[in-house]
């Protein structure tokens, strides 16, 4: 694997990645943060006997096309060989309402037919356990695969000839051949009607969940291909929001910046809920916002951490997986992140402000009230306490503390949305209460983190450092767009940070030295804090050289390589394709200018 040049497909309960090839890639099974069954993302130099994925066999064969069907999240792959034989693979995971609730297994759906001529082919299944260290057992039946090892058994029931799967060899594909891969449970059907018939439900749930998003005129397939993703990142069962699907993905080349990002981060679900909200895909935020009031009732005797597990775990070891090489063998593979456990005060301002929208929003089902309310002041009595203590920051800084701007300022927009909500209830008392904190903290920020000398607020309190987090100061509505000293922190954020057309998260060496890449999120940032501030041209010029960076399916990793433009980071990363709707929505014309 030498390249992100990959397609996601999902259902908000199981995700995969396919590379060019319809190679399955990467597929944790059953659920996002699960044991890998395609490993071959991970696994540095692959070899033709190995194992870790799921392939399809036409050889002397060139890509023609590789894109999503219209407003869905189904993949189709095609390819000719010299002769004008030809195929087609479908990929997808069914997703649809059936019997009064969705319908989404842990399941990935393949479809190869063929297009033209006479094409000849050959099926690998080659699934791995224990993040790559065996490849799974196989028990046969008559039309159906079971492979075992792993904590959760997946069956291939297919049309195909058994023997053509587990002895690899070539034939001759007549019309089509279709693999159901999930629970190892019986189907009820044949395989090829099944798979029909979810492809057909699967893209009619897709193009009616596209059709009801409030998009901008411009970039509206930009927004689209964006907001399916977030919601493919979403897990249905417990709400919680993943960063990313990927783990260990470097940051930069031999950097050792490997994280996990299997995980729901309070910080980055905020912005995620936030976007598709104002889409007008209310869901994932009423089942994102029963996810975090169980964790602030499950915290009561304890820190709010700043990342939890899908199903709200607290503890999140995290170890290595000597098994697998690292993507383009740059190890090490990280599962687990230790982020758990760190300091990070901003996850107060998070969790409130992602909740904020519940109380004014008279669309929700279950509309706030005055119980969430008791529930959040909780997590404003905590912010009151901690802007001033020092932290790991927004950037996870794991060798030191300090008092971070962006944490204290978080822990202000904690209060001021308080008093916002209780304005909203009619809670007189708890407004004043909520409004005077929020003027306190307010005013020591302004005084502890704006440096004089270089004309700009600064990370930290008596810094003289910027990062990239303070371009969020009036997105959060800290300060006024017209404020002069958001105007002169955008220009010194840029004056410092800016790599080629992208912008670093800060500039100074932290435990693994300096910072190589540019945070793609940081560069949406500067664009919209760009827009906000009257350079909305220069903003609408830099937008389009970031999604020259997409990759040829529209998704963005975590960083780019200032000079050669390369994507390096977990994929899709979710904080990107955040800022990809945001920015599309600030900087398109109105509809009512369009035509």
Not at 29 to 44: E, K, R, T
Not at 448 to 476: P, Q
Not at 518 to 533: E, P, R, S
């Given at each position: 694997?030498?390249?992100?040049?990959?397609?996601?497909?999902?259902?908000?309960?199981?995700?995969?990645?396919?590379?060019?090839?319809?190679?399955?890639?990467?597929?944790?099974?059953?659920?996002?943060?699960?044991?890998?069954?395609?490993?071959?993302?991970?696994?540095?130099e692959?070899?033709?006997?190995?194992?870790?994925?799921i392939?399809?066999?036409?050889?002397h064969s060139?890509?023609?096309?590789?894109?999503?069907?219209?407003?869905?999240?189904?993949?189709?792959?095609?390819?000719?060989?010299?002769?004008?034989?030809?195929i087609?693979?479908?990929?997808?995971?069914?997703?649809?309402?059936?019997?009064?609730?969705?319908f989404?297994?842990?399941?990935?759906?393949?479809?190869?037919?063929?297009?033209?001529g006479r094409?000849?082919?050959?099926?690998?299944?080659?699934p791995?356990?224990d993040?790559?260290?065996?490849?799974?057992?196989t028990?046969?039946?008559a039309?159906?695969?079971?492979?075992?090892?792993?904590?959760q058994?997946?069956?291939l029931?297919?049309?195909?000839?058994?023997?053509?799967?587990t002895?690899?060899?070539?034939?001759?594909?007549?019309?089509?051949?279709?693999?159901?891969?999930?629970?190892?449970?019986?189907?009820?059907?044949?395989?090829?009607?099944?798979?029909r018939?979810?492809?057909?439900q699967?893209?009619?749930?897709?193009?009616?969940?596209?059709?009801?998003?409030?998009?901008?005129f411009?970039?509206?397939?930009?927004?689209?291909?964006?907001?399916i993703?977030?919601?493919?990142?979403?897990?249905?069962?417990?709400?919680?929001?993943?960063?990313?699907?990927?783990t260990?993905?470097?940051?930069?080349?031999?950097?050792?910046?490997?994280w996990?990002?299997?995980?729901?981060?309070?910080r980055?679900?905020?912005?995620?809920?936030n976007?598709?909200?104002?889409?007008?895909?209310?869901?994932?935020?009423?089942?994102?916002?029963?996810?975090?009031?169980?964790?602030?009732?499950?915290?009561?005797d304890?820190?709010?951490?700043?990342?939890?597990?899908?199903?709200?775990?607290?503890?999140?070891e995290?170890r290595?997986?000597?098994?697998?090489?690292?993507?383009?063998?740059?190890?090490?593979?990280?599962?687990?992140?230790?982020?758990y456990?760190?300091v990070?005060?901003?996850?107060?301002g998070?969790?409130?402000?992602?909740?904020?929208h519940a109380?004014?929003?008279?669309?929700?089902e279950?509309?706030?009230?005055?119980?969430?309310f008791?529930?959040?002041?909780?997590?404003?009595?905590?912010?009151?306490?901690?802007?001033?203590?020092?932290?790991?920051?927004?950037?996870e800084?794991?060798?030191?503390?300090?008092?971070?701007?962006?944490?204290s300022?978080?822990c202000?927009?904690?209060c001021?949305?308080l008093?916002?909500i209780?304005?909203?209830?009619?809670l007189?008392?708890?407004?004043?209460?909520?409004g005077?904190?929020?003027?306190?903290?307010?005013?020591?920020?302004?005084?502890?983190?704006?440096?004089?000398?270089?004309?700009s607020?600064?990370?930290?309190?008596?810094?003289?450092?910027?990062?990239a987090?303070?371009?969020?100061?009036g997105?959060?509505?800290?300060l006024?767009?017209?404020?002069?000293?958001?105007?002169?922190?955008?220009?010194?954020?840029?004056?410092?940070l800016?790599?080629g057309?992208?912008?670093?998260?800060?500039?100074?060496?932290?435990?693994?030295?300096?910072?190589e890449?540019?945070?793609?999120?940081?560069?949406?940032?500067?664009?919209?804090?760009?827009a906000?501030?009257?350079?909305?041209?220069?903003?609408?010029?830099?937008?389009?050289?970031?999604?020259?960076?997409?990759?040829h399916?529209?998704?963005?990793?975590?960083?780019?390589?200032?000079?050669?433009g390369?994507?390096?980071?977990?994929?899709?990363?979710?904080?990107?394709?955040?800022?990809?709707?945001?920015?599309?929505?600030?900087?398109?014309?109105?509809?009512?200018?369009?035509?």
């Amino acid at each position: 694997m030498n390249t992100l040049d990959l397609g996601l497909i999902g259902n908000s309960r199981t995700n995969a990645l396919i590379d060019k090839n319809a190679s399955i890639v990467w597929w944790c099974y059953p659920y996002f943060d699960s044991d890998p069954l395609c490993s071959a993302l991970l696994q540095g130099e692959r070899k033709e006997d190995g194992h870790g994925s799921i392939d399809v066999v036409f050889e002397h064969s060139r890509l023609v096309e590789q894109r999503y069907e219209r407003n869905s999240a189904i993949l189709v792959t095609r390819f000719q060989d010299d002769a004008g034989n030809a195929i087609e693979v479908t990929d997808f995971a069914p997703r649809f309402r059936l019997h009064g609730r969705m319908f989404s297994p842990s399941m990935l759906v393949r479809i190869v037919r063929r297009t033209a001529g006479r094409p000849r082919i050959a099926l690998r299944v080659r699934p791995s356990v224990d993040y790559g260290r065996a490849r799974a057992e196989t028990r046969c039946g008559a039309h159906h695969i079971s492979y075992v090892g792993s904590a959760q058994a997946m069956r291939l029931t297919t049309d195909a000839a058994i023997t053509a799967i587990t002895d690899e060899k070539p034939f001759f594909l007549q019309d089509s051949v279709t693999l159901l891969m999930g629970p190892d449970e019986t189907v009820a059907g044949s395989a090829r009607e099944v798979g029909r018939s979810f492809h057909e439900q699967t893209l009619g749930y897709w193009r009616n969940w596209v059709r009801n998003l409030a998009i901008p005129f411009e970039w509206q397939d930009v927004t689209i291909r964006a907001a399916i993703t977030l919601k493919l990142n979403a897990f249905d069962d417990s709400g919680a929001v993943i960063a990313a699907v990927t783990t260990s993905i470097p940051e930069a080349p031999h950097s050792r910046r490997n994280w996990d990002y299997r995980f729901c981060w309070l910080r980055d679900a905020y912005f995620v809920v936030n976007a598709l909200n104002s889409l007008g895909a209310t869901g994932t935020m009423e089942r994102y916002l029963d996810y975090i009031l169980n964790i602030i009732t499950d915290s009561r005797d304890a820190p709010l951490q700043p990342v939890y597990g899908i199903r709200r775990e607290a503890v999140l070891e995290e170890r290595e997986e000597p098994h697998l090489a690292g993507y383009r063998g740059m190890g090490p593979v990280r599962v687990g992140n230790s982020a758990y456990f760190q300091v990070q005060n901003d996850v107060f301002g998070a969790a409130v402000m992602a909740s904020t929208h519940a109380f004014f929003d008279t669309r929700m089902e279950r509309p706030a009230g005055h119980q969430m309310f008791q529930d959040l002041e909780r997590l404003g009595e905590q912010a009151i306490l901690n802007y001033n203590v020092p932290d790991a920051g927004i950037w996870e800084l794991r060798g030191q503390k300090r008092v971070h701007t962006f944490s204290s300022m978080m822990c202000w927009a904690a209060c001021d949305r308080l008093a916002t909500i209780a304005a909203r209830l009619g809670l007189n008392e708890r407004a004043a209460y909520w409004g005077g904190h929020a003027q306190e903290i307010h005013r020591v920020i302004c005084e502890s983190a704006w440096n004089e000398e270089l004309g700009s607020f600064v990370s930290t309190f008596g810094g003289d450092r910027l990062d990239a987090s303070l371009l969020l100061m009036g997105e959060f509505q800290f300060l006024a767009a017209d404020d002069p000293r958001f105007a002169s922190t955008v220009h010194a954020t840029e004056k410092h940070l800016k790599r080629g057309e992208f912008l670093l998260r800060y500039d100074e060496e932290d435990d693994f030295g300096l910072p190589e890449t540019a945070f793609l999120v940081c560069t949406l940032w500067w664009i919209l804090a760009l827009a906000q501030i009257g350079e909305k041209e220069r903003a609408r010029s830099l937008f389009e050289k970031v999604l020259d960076r997409r990759n040829h399916l529209g998704l963005l990793s975590e960083d780019v390589a200032p000079e050669s433009g390369e994507m390096w980071g977990n994929f899709p990363q979710t904080y990107s394709m955040v800022g990809l709707i945001q920015c599309a929505a600030r900087l398109s014309i109105s509809w009512d200018d369009a035509y």
